[in-house]
């Protein structure tokens, strides 16, 4: 049978939900009710599509933009219908819509644990951003896809603070540990000059999202076998 897309409409939403549902990657909130998904689809006419096949839903695609830059979103397509073209098509589609409403980019965010997701988009030629920036998220008061009861609450003053006490605790942490890490490396190395002086935090968060996990895993068992085969060399001049 073969592959189509259209547009998508509210009608299709329970279709679209219990795919969703079933694909890996998704993040589900509330926005994704039918009232949120309605919404969605009258802001961006002309952006969403869905895959069928034989009539059956297999493949859909959330798009929209904010009059400066394209967001796609829950691009899923069936365990029957994958590797057959669908989900690209659904991806040009959209960033087709996209073009034709004169948006010149658009985004993707992709859970991290989404191995295979991250790898397709990449394979679609989607280039990772390395940010040292964070997205933070207020809540309006309202509910998704709904105009009636919103009140938008602050948080407390105090809530805040203790925040920001916490946040500027792990970045003190971190500093010292980044610090031990270049003093170690710098004797390893046998350099002896003193440390510079402490970067500003924005270039030091900057340098601490670029080391991974498992760079630092490395970086530590390279210094372990470094120390270990000094010691030796040590414990043998000793000897002689
Ligand atoms: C990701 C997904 C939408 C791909 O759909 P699909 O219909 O199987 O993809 P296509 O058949 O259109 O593949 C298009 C191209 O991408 C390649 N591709 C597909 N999945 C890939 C993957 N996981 N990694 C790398 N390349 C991949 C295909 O080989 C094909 O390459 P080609 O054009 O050079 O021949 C589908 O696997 C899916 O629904 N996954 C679960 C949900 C998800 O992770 N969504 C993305 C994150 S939001």
Redesign the pocket.
């Known amino acids: 049978m073969t592959l189509e897309i259209r547009l998508m409409t509210v009608d299709d939403y329970e279709d679209v939900y219990a795919l969703w549902s079933t ?4 993040n589900l909130g509330e926005e994704d009710s039918r009232a949120g998904i309605a919404l969605y689809l009258e802001r961006n006419p002309g952006c969403c599509f869905v895959g069928t096949e034989g009539g059956r839903l297999v ?1 859909t695609a959330l798009c929209g933009h904010d009059g400066r830059r394209g967001i796609l ?6 365990q029957d ?11 040009r589609a959209c960033l087709e819509a996209l073009a034709a409403a004169g948006i010149s980019k658009c985004n ?4 991290d644990s ?1 191995a ?2 991250l ?6 030629g989607a280039r990772v951003l390395e940010y040292d920036w964070r997205t933070l998220q207020l809540a309006t008061g309202g509910r998704a896809g709904s105009t009636t009861g919103s009140q938008f609450t602050e948080k407390p003053m105090s809530n805040l603070m203790a925040t920001l006490r916490a946040a500027l605790h792990q970045l003190e942490q971190e500093r010292a540990t980044i610090d031990r890490q270049i003093a170690t490396l710098r004797s390893v190395l046998g350099h002896t000059k003193a440390a510079p002086a402490a970067q500003p935090a924005r270039t030091t968060m900057v340098r601490r999202r670029k080391m991974s996990a498992a760079a630092r895993k490395l970086i530590s068992q390279r210094m372990k076998a470094l120390w270990a085969k000094r010691k030796a060399a040590a414990q043998t001049k000793g000897k002689h």
């Open positions: 694909s890996d990657g998704m493949g979103r829950h691009l899923a397509v069936h219908a994958r590797g057959r073209g669908l989900g690209k098509q659904l991806v993707v965010s992709v859970m989404n295979a997701g790898c397709f988009w990449q394979h679609l």
